[in-house]
């Protein structure tokens, strides 16, 4: 399923929707209710602070199979990995941003000063 992010791109976030669906047959829709409706899916910059202190988890692919989304939403792999772009701040930030300019968005802060920057990653539970 292509989606369009907000910044006007297209988001290719197929193996989390297509996981979504197998489990739902595999383990029931209230399973995958219960794991992912406060969830957010991403394959693309976004604005983290439009909707990140709303989301219990934050599930980013970059290029994985549907097997692998679904083993990280189970518990089976505890997920690995860094963010290979930066995530900015606000709406503010992406107007100042300079396409030609390599990490110059000022980096999403969470509520735990967690930096949402190039190299950025939480990894397992």
Excluded: W
Aim: some cysteine; hydrophobic content about 40%; glycine content about 10%.
């Amino acid at each position: 399923m292509n989606g369009v992010d907000q910044f006007g791109g297209n988001s290719a976030i197929a193996p989390i929707v297509d996981a979504y669906r197998i489990g739902c047959r595999e383990y029931g829709e209230e399973a995958m209710r219960q794991r992912m409706e406060r969830s957010a899916a991403i394959s693309n910059p976004m604005v983290m602070g439009e909707f990140e202190p709303q989301a219990d988890a934050i599930l980013a692919e970059f290029g994985v199979s549907t097997q692998a989304v679904l083993d990280v939403v189970f518990g089976d792999y505890s997920p690995t990995g860094r963010l290979p772009m930066q995530l900015p701040k606000d709406m503010a930030t992406v107007e100042r941003h300079r396409e030609d300019v390599a990490f110059d968005l000022d980096p999403y802060v969470d509520e735990f000063g967690n930096r949402y920057d190039y190299g950025f990653g939480l990894n397992g539970f």
